[in-house]
Nanobody, 130 residues
Framework: QVQVVESGGGLVQPGGSLRLSCQAS????????IAWFRQAPGKEREGVSC????????YYEDSVKGRFTIARDVGKRTVYLQMHDLKPEDTAIYYC???????????????????????WGQGTQVTVSS
């Protein structure tokens, strides 16, 4: 059974940083397309960032561009989401999602594209508050 596990969430003050990690049992994550989604209370889940399985091209939702960075560490079989300059509006549960079947050159991140991902983690809470 595939298990996707996120870690690294927590409580941070505005302007602070966090690094989320994603690992998946049974996958090395070296050629899989990985995405981070988030869901804030009372809001729909939205795509935050993804990394292509073909060439590691990263993509970001507009509100996090310049603040978040997605990266793959093949040796550690881990995909990270480094988050800087966090804002209260970044508060949400962050989910890692994996697609191991489609060799996306431009990973899917927009509304309605969650179904493209085969496996999901349980999420990790990120709270940005003073």
């Amino acid at each position: 059974q595939v298990q996707v596990v996120e870690s690294g969430g927590g409580l941070v003050q505005p302007g602070g940083s966090l690094r989320l990690s994603c690992q998946a049992s049974g996958f090395t994550l070296d050629t899989d397309t990985i995405a981070w989604f988030r869901q804030a209370p009372g809001k729909e889940r939205e795509g935050v960032s993804c990394i292509s399985g073909t060439d590691d091209s990263p993509y970001y939702e507009d509100s996090v561009k310049g603040r978040f960075t997605i990266a793959r560490d093949v040796g550690k079989r881990t995909v990270y989401l480094q988050m800087h300059d966090l804002k209260p509006e970044d508060t949400a549960i962050y989910y890692c999602a994996l697609d191991s079947t489609v060799p996306w050159s431009m990973c899917p991140l927009g509304p309605g594209l969650e179904s493209e991902y085969d496996y999901w983690g349980q999420g990790t809470q990120v709270t940005v508050s003073s």
